[in-house]
């Protein structure tokens, strides 16, 4: 038997820009709970809400000040509980963002770390002595551009930051910290909630030497100040495993399928690992490949059939189109072929995980330089790597702020947003909308989508076509990649799905089109 988060469909809330129900243009938990029926409508199974706890934003919430308590934007404890109850009562789990790898310099733990060296929680932070020359102890780079140290006068150390400097890294070595970190994961657990989105989890231990980066050969200034060096020695080491692994013993103390899904971003050889050798580490290591892959038929292929060799015994497939960190899907690829990858995302073997706002083809909007909030961008502006356009609010309604806030939204709407929202695509089977509900229901529906075999039927021209089969039942889904009609032989069957309507042309694929087919048993 399948469990839920191999079978179901996961979304990711925002919180920030979901639904805010207090006026100040920054969602919340109530306004969560106040949409949790569209998530029920659309038919997905489990929603991560990306960081609630107490931060002084320098982040957006990924620099936390208190693991075990929410964010007064957001609203309480006693708030998280009645969504968790409210989302349960739906049939939905909940899964919250864990950020192990750093917390906000504000942390207790930081202003006891950096009070003194002789202080019990120094060795919680991540403290070296300056080079020779008294610069930084070695080259490592900020994910977010500048040295990865900064200087602190008082005691005479630098301390190391993979992102902002309001983002000191954790010292996992060191067993008390890693104790603490341990009883948060008990702490929400023992509330009730379904797992855990993992935070850079290959970040989490560096190499305990500190040796310099090597320089990247293929750097160019555009692509960002961290990508000057490869993170060879300050990433992925090997002593990651055995933490991972005792955050999979937490989870599986506990009853009813509790998830770990970890946020990596590493070529899929190394990927793989953290399914776990030894030992079982998370259950999901994010599979993001269709983030960054070039939209071609044959190179999709190739990357799918990668990734399905190199699953390790066990180990469940996963799929994401996007996330609050890169461009939407729709900006990527343009509408009509957003329809396509929204089919494609929903039939391959392996767990999807679907970003607010896709479901209606939201697509990147451009953020005045007088309303840019995100720290990417305003730290390497002009880039393209800001992370607002993807993060603007969730358009409702056709009402005052697209039903998403009475106040003045955080970030600004899309110029759309009066024709692309929840209401209007609700009311139209023709929709984005309509297409998202309709394939995950079939994923309800047919056992060979939710959990069959996957195999490759073509890689030619435009057309990626692939079968899901469970039993006798089989699936049939082409996709044409394109905006040209190409040949392809349709098999016997019922049309299930269709992203363009109206019944397709035999032997032929419309420009983007894709067509999930119930082939007729034989
Ligand atoms: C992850 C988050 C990103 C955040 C970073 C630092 O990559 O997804 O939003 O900025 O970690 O916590």
């Known amino acids: 038997m399948a469990t839920w988060w191999q079978s179901g469909a996961i979304y990711q809330v925002y919180p920030r820009s979901f639904q805010d129900s207090d006026g100040d243009g920054i969602g919340d938990l109530k306004g969560i709970e106040a949409r949790l029926d569209h998530l029920v409508a659309l038919g997905v199974d489990a929603l991560w809400i990306s960081p609630i706890f107490p931060s002084p934003m320098a982040d957006f919430g990924y620099d936390v000040a208190d693991y075990c308590d929410v964010d007064p934007r957001f609203g309480t404890l006693g708030d998280f509980d009645e969504l968790l109850a409210a989302a349960h009562a739906r049939g939905l789990k909940v899964l919250l963002d864990f950020v192990p790898n ?20 120094r060795d919680w932070y991540i403290w070296r002595d300056p080079a020779p020359d008294g610069g930084p102890p070695n080259n490592w780079i900020s994910d977010f551009g500048g040295s990865a140290w900064e200087w602190d006068a008082v005691t005479g ?31 929400w657990f023992d509330r009730g909630v379904d797992g855990f989105r993992i935070d850079v ?72 690992h953290y399914y776990g050798r030894e030992a079982p580490e998370v259950h999901l290591p994010f599979n993001f490949q269709l983030i960054e892959a070039t939209w071609d038929a044959r190179h999709l292929a190739a990357l799918i059939d990668e990734y399905e060799r190199a699953l390790p ?27 396509v990858a929204a089919m494609l995302l929903l039939t391959l073997r392996g767990t999807p ?56 939204p955080w970030l600004p709407l899309g110029p759309d947003w009066s024709t692309r929202n929840v209401a209007a695509q609700g009311g139209d089977e023709a929709s984005m909308l309509a297409l998202y509900r309709r394939l995950l229901h079939l994923r309800r529906k047919h056992a060979a989508l939710a959990v069959g075999d996957f195999r490759l039927i073509e890689a030619e021209g435009d057309v990626l076509a692939f079968e899901r089969r469970n039993g006798d039942e089989r699936i049939v889904v082409a996709l044409n990649l394109g905006a040209e009609p190409q040949p392809f032989a349709l098999p016997e069957g019922d049309v299930l799905a269709s992203t363009r309507g109206g019944t397709p042309k035999s032997g032929v694929l419309r420009g983007d089109e894709g067509v999930v087919f119930l082939a007729r048993p034989a």
């Open 102 to 121: 750093h917390s906000s310099s504000a942390h207790p733990w930081f202003r006891e770390s950096r009070a003194s060296r002789d202080n019990p929680k």
């Open 157 to 187: 150390q630098y301390y190391y930051h993979a992102f902002l400097k309001e983002q000191p890294d954790l010292n996992w070595r060191n067993p008390a910290l890693r104790a603490a970190m341990m009883d948060v994961l008990r702490f």
């Open 201 to 272: 989890l290959w970040h989490m231990v560096k190499h305990a030497q500190f040796p310099d980066n090597p320089p990247n050969p293929a750097y160019r200034p555009e692509m960002g100040g961290m990508h000057a060096v490869l993170q060879l020695h300050s990433t992925d080491q090997p002593e990651v495993h055995a933490i991972a692994a005792e955050m999979r013993r937490i989870a599986d103390g506990y009853d009813g399928d509790r998830v770990l899904i970890g946020e990596i971003y590493l070529p899929v050889e190394r990927l793989m």
């Open 313 to 339: 015994p066990g180990g469940w497939p996963n799929w994401v189109l996007g996330n609050h960190d890169r461009p939407r899907i729709a900006s990527r690829v343009g509408e009509r072929q957003a329809r």
């Open 353 to 408: 995980t679907i970003y607010y706002g896709d479901e209606i083809g939201l697509a990147d909007v451009a953020i005045p330089r007088d309303r840019v909030q995100d720290p990417r961008e305003l730290r390497e502006p002009g880039l393209g790597l800001g992370r607002d356009p993807v993060r603007t609010p969730m358009p409702w309604n056709d009402s005052e702020h697209a039903g998403f806030t009475s106040g003045e």
